[in-house]
C-alpha cells in the first residue's frame, strides 16, 4: 500500500516525510530556473512559439520524472497513488474544466456589469503563437497541481496531518506567485486562497483530475480566451480585455487574481464544491 495513502506518519518518520517535501520543492525551484531559461535560449535558433513550447515540455518531463522519482524510490508510492489514478479521470477533468470555466467566467461578469472592463475584439494574433500558449498553460496547470495538490501537499499531510497541509501547500503555492510581475498582498492571498480552492477539489475525490481541470479551466479561459493578465502574465488570446476603475476589485496588471472579485469567486468555488461533496454524501445514505 502507498506510503501516502496509510496515514499520518509517528516519530521520525514525521521529519522524513517534510524533508523530503523540502527536497522536492528545491529541485522543483531548480526545475523552474532552468525551463526559464530554455526559452532565451531556443529563441536564438528558432522561432519564438517553438522556444515556448520547448520551455513547457521540458518543464512537464522534468517535473514527472522529479515526483515519479520521489514516489517510487523514497515513498514506495507511484503517480497513480499520488492521485492520477485511471478510475473516472475523464469526468474529473471535464468537471473541473466546467467548474473553473464559470468561475472566471463569473468574474468577468461581475466586472462588466460594474462598468470596470472593456473587450477589443480586433486582436490579432498568430495561430503558432495561440497554440503554443495554450499547451504552456495546460502543462503549467498540470505541473502545478501535480506538485502542489500531490506530492507537497499530501507529503506534508503524512507528517502534520491534511488541515495543516493545505494550508502550507496554499501559502508556498501564493509564495510561487509572489515572483510573478506585478504582484500585489491582496493577488497573492487570493492565490493563496485559490490554492484552498483546488485542495478541496482533491479532498472530495481523492484525485487530482479534478483539480487539474479546474485549474486548466480557470487559466485558459481568463488568458487565452478573454485575454486577462494570468496572475500578471499576458499572452496571445481571442479577445483583449482591458479594466478599468479600482485596482482593489479588478485586480489591474496582475490580473483579476488580485482583485477582491475573483477573491470571492474562490470562496465561491469552495462552497460550491463542499455543497456538492454534501448532496452526494446525502445520496449514498439514502
Known amino acids: 500500500m502507498s506510503s501516502i495513502a496509510t496515514g499520518r506518519a509517528t516519530g521520525d518518520g514525521k521529519a522524513r516525510y517534510v524533508w523530503r517535501v523540502v527536497g522536492y520543492f528545491i529541485l522543483l525551484a531548480i526545475i523552474n530556473t532552468i525551463t526559464f531559461e530554455i526559452e532565451g535560449v531556443a529563441s536564438s535558433f528558432a522561432p519564438s512559439w517553438a522556444g515556448v513550447l520547448l520551455e513547457g515540455l521540458f518543464y512537464l518531463a522534468a517535473t ?3 515526483t515519479w522519482a520521489f514516489c517510487r524510490f523514497l515513498d514506495r508510492s507511484s503517480l497513480s497513488q499520488l492521485g492520477l489514478q485511471k ?3 475523464l469526468a474529473y477533468l471535464g468537471a473541473g474544466l466546467g467548474l473553473g470555466a464559470l468561475l472566471i467566467i463569473l ?3 461581475v466586472l462588466w456589469a460594474a462598468g470596470w472592463l472593456t473587450v477589443d475584439r480586433s486582436v490579432t494574433w498568430q495561430s503558432p503563437e495561440f497554440v503554443a500558449s495554450v499547451l504552456t498553460w495546460i502543462i503549467i496547470s498540470f505541473v502545478e497541481e501535480l506538485s502542489f495538490r500531490g506530492y507537497i501537499m499530501q507529503g506534508l499531510a503524512r507528517a502534520w496531518g491534511m488541515p495543516a497541509a493545505v494550508a502550507v501547500s496554499s501559502v508556498l503555492f501564493g509564495a510561487v506567485h509572489a515572483l510573478n510581475p506585478n504582484p500585489s498582498v491582496l493577488g497573492v492571498f487570493t492565490i493563496v486562497v485559490i490554492g484552498v480552492l483546488f485542495a478541496c477539489a482533491y479532498l472530495l475525490t481523492r484525485s487530482l483530475w479534478l483539480p487539474v481541470g479546474l485549474h486548466i479551466g480557470w487559466n485558459l479561459v481568463e488568458i487565452q480566451f478573454l485575454g486577462f493578465p494570468g496572475s500578471g502574465h499576458t499572452e496571445p488570446s481571442i479577445l483583449h480585455t482591458i479594466t478599468r476603475g479600482p485596482v482593489v476589485m479588478t485586480g ?6 488580485g482583485g477582491i472579485v475573483a477573491l470571492a469567486a474562490a470562496l465561491l468555488g469552495i462552497v460550491m464544491l463542499l ?4 448532496v452526494a454524501a446525502g445520496r449514498k445514505i439514502r
Open 64 to 66: 514527472l520524472a522529479l
Open 252 to 257: 489591474g496588471a496582475f490580473g483579476p487574481e
Open 275 to 278: 455543497i456538492s461533496h454534501r
Open 107 to 109: 468574474v468577468f461578469a
Open 87 to 89: 478510475r473516472r479521470w
